[in-house]
């Protein structure tokens, strides 16, 4: 059963649910595939976190900008240049009389003439100026670097055009941050549960509540008893018929009819030679028909049991389905209750060597012939 469930929503459901979100989104560049189209929404949201940070930064240092503006027209409005503790060698200190608490008080020392400024009183605003002022023989702008420090008319001047600068870059990446929010809004709209489901989503949506599917697209969800009442003829019809009709929704379709075929042939009856044949044709009608829908796809290990070695196993044994993973999966229950009886264990190691201990108790009292609960 579990090769069932793997191959239904592997090669058809998520399938039809990347194809709904295709049709929904509406752009030919959209990514085709659901793992492609989650990680399109990942690398937006990572692109988005990048444009807010860059914005955020661009802000802080425009208000450095403006507030060293300001107390350069204090400056000149007042002519009081006296230093302080606080001041730095820089012709002109602008730490002392700004009165923003936030503004950047970091210093520097110029490769040049070896004096310590402050970042803002030397004309150095940007996060990318500020990396090079570590390198020798960096270029970064001086303003006290000549035998004729910049008066404070000229320093406004340059201050000015690092503003228009910054204000432009701001622009910019505020513009970009937009689109790539847009798009990114778009792209949860109809991948995510966040937001309404586009036209071919929600239709895809109801028809997987109507019929008993909920969370269908969690692998985790879909049940063997789900997958039995998915693979019969009118509700594979229906499904399909739901999007526009292409040559690779037919495939699908014609793949999942060949898949149901199989699933009705998978009982523990002794086959005849006539029945081994005729699995034998729905495999290769299956697997035609699954190359012509997914050419790119590759082959999991479901798949490959299934067309490789089910043929050699069923003509040995003449059946298919008298045994199954049923005894493995109880242990998962079994498991669980030795992990909630051993929880107040906080050892991970002496946990390990008790659950070891409990399945060896287990296994010996069964094999004896004895019944052990945990």
């Known amino acids: 059963m579990h090769v069932?469930?793997?191959?239904?929503?592997?090669?058809?459901?998520?399938?039809?649910?990347?194809?709904?979100?295709?049709?929904?989104f509406g752009e030919e560049d959209f990514p085709a595939r659901v793992d492609e189209q989650k990680r399109k929404v990942k690398d937006l949201e990572f692109e988005e976190s990048i444009y807010i940070k860059r914005i955020e930064n661009?802000?802080?240092?425009?208000?450095?900008?403006r507030d060293v503006s300001i107390v350069y027209n204090q400056i000149v409005a007042t002519g009081n240049n006296k230093k302080s503790k606080s001041s730095c060698e820089s012709t002109f200190c602008v730490l002392k009389y700004s009165k923003s608490r936030s503004i950047d008080t970091d210093t520097y020392?110029?490769?040049?003439?070896?004096?310590?400024?402050?970042?803002?009183?030397?004309?150095?605003?940007?996060i990318d100026q500020k990396s090079?002022?570590?390198?020798?023989g960096n270029n970064v702008t001086c303003f006290d670097c000549s035998d004729n420090p910049l008066t404070i008319q000229e320093r406004m001047e340059e201050v000015e055009i690092w503003k228009a600068k910054l204000e432009k870059s701001h622009e910019d990446d505020q513009e970009t941050w937009w689109v790539v929010n847009e798009e990114k809004r778009k792209a949860e709209k109809v991948i995510t549960d966040r937001g309404d489901s586009g036209e071919y989503r929600e239709k895809l949506d109801r028809f997987f509540k109507n019929?008993?599917?909920e969370n269908y697209n969690c692998s985790k969800n879909w049940t063997g008893n789900m997958t039995r009442r998915f693979l019969r003829k009118c509700h594979i019809d229906e499904v399909i018929e739901i999007f526009p009709s292409t040559s690779r929704l037919e495939a699908i379709r014609h793949f999942l009819y060949q898949l149901e075929s199989l699933m009705s042939s998978s009982n523990n009856e002794v086959k005849s030679d006539e029945q081994i044949s005729e699995i034998q044709n729905h495999l290769q009608k299956m697997a035609t028909f699954l190359r012509e829908a997914h050419p790119?796809?590759?082959v999991t290990v479901k798949l490959h049991l299934l067309t490789s070695h089910l043929l050699e196993f069923v003509r040995k044994h003449r059946s298919w389905s008298k045994v199954s993973e049923q005894g493995i999966e109880h242990a998962h229950s079994d498991f669980k209750k030795l992990h909630i009886l051993l929880a107040p264990m906080k050892n991970p190691i002496s946990k390990g060597f008790a659950i070891v201990?409990?399945?060896?108790?287990?296994?010996?009292?069964?094999?004896?012939?004895?019944?052990?609960?945990?």
């Open 4 to 24: 069932f469930q793997g191959l239904v929503q592997k090669y058809a459901i998520d399938f039809l649910v990347s194809h709904a979100n295709f049709l929904d």
């Open 58 to 65: 661009t802000s802080k240092e425009l208000n450095d900008i």
């Open 109 to 126: 020392q110029c490769d040049r003439c070896s004096k310590i400024f402050h970042y803002i009183c030397n004309g150095v605003f940007t």
């Open 132 to 136: 090079k002022t570590n390198r020798a």
């Open 211 to 213: 019929t008993g599917y």
């Open 296 to 298: 790119d796809y590759s």
């Open 357 to 374: 201990d409990a399945c060896s108790g287990a296994n010996f009292l069964i094999d004896s012939g004895d019944d052990c609960n945990f």
